[in-house]
């Protein structure tokens, strides 16, 4: 699993070569444009601060250390069956040299959602994230707990695969990402997306140490 590519693609056979981003750890710039890439870098002449490019302020920012370091903290396995994971889902922590990830994948008979929650180093915050805005087949902003948000993906399958980004500081960002699969699915996907994203704010809130 942790060797598996990460595609732009929805309807993937489970288990298969091609794997959505919500299958392994897809890591930001992984999701969005299929490449690596850099933070923001200053522009010349500025003060040092990378210049932004349209994020909304986070003005009640959260502490993500403990998170980003267990990201499968960010999330329990209950909160996870409530966004759409079938129940007795269990989850399995994914990392590569771009962050850190946490991964709920049902059996494979299992109908209903597979999610994951990523902390992305290579999209370090949100304005990170609208800086490509112009690459992306989606491009949606939101907000969530009273924090910016935006659905994006390079790709558009949204009938089945959906990501949503969450900034929770001015230089922190994680995404949720929800992929429903069987006849008798979950939520829509963006609905599950969401739901999960709800959820990591409510636990930074409440016990942002653990």
């Not at 704010?201 to 140490?209: E, F, M």
């Amino acid at each position: 699993m942790n060797g598996a590519r990460a595609t732009g693609g929805v309807r993937a056979k489970r288990g298969g070569p091609a794997r959505t981003a919500v299958a392994c750890a897809a890591l930001a710039c992984l999701v969005l444009t299929g490449a690596a890439c850099s933070p923001a870098q200053p522009s010349p002449g500025s003060s040092g601060a990378p210049e932004r490019t349209g994020a909304p302020r986070v003005d009640d920012p959260l502490a993500t250390e403990a998170k980003r370091a267990y990201p499968c903290a960010s999330l329990t396995d209950a909160q996870a069956v409530a966004a759409g994971a079938p129940p007795g889902t269990e989850h399995r922590a994914l990392h590569d040299g771009t962050g850190a990830a946490c991964l709920w994948e049902p059996e494979a008979s299992a109908e209903g959602a597979r999610i994951a929650v990523s902390w992305p180093s290579d999209t370090p915050d949100l304005d990170a994230l609208y800086s490509l805005r112009d690459e992306q087949a989606y491009f949606e902003e939101t907000t969530l707990r009273g924090y910016p948000a935006v659905f994006a993906n390079q790709s558009d399958g949204r009938d089945r695969h959906c990501v949503l980004f969450v900034g929770v500081s001015d230089d922190a960002v994680f995404y949720t990402a929800a992929e429903t699969f069987g006849e008798d699915g979950p939520p829509a996907p963006c609905d599950a997306a969401r739901k999960a994203a709800e959820s990591v704010v409510d636990n930074l809130r409440q016990n942002p140490a653990a």
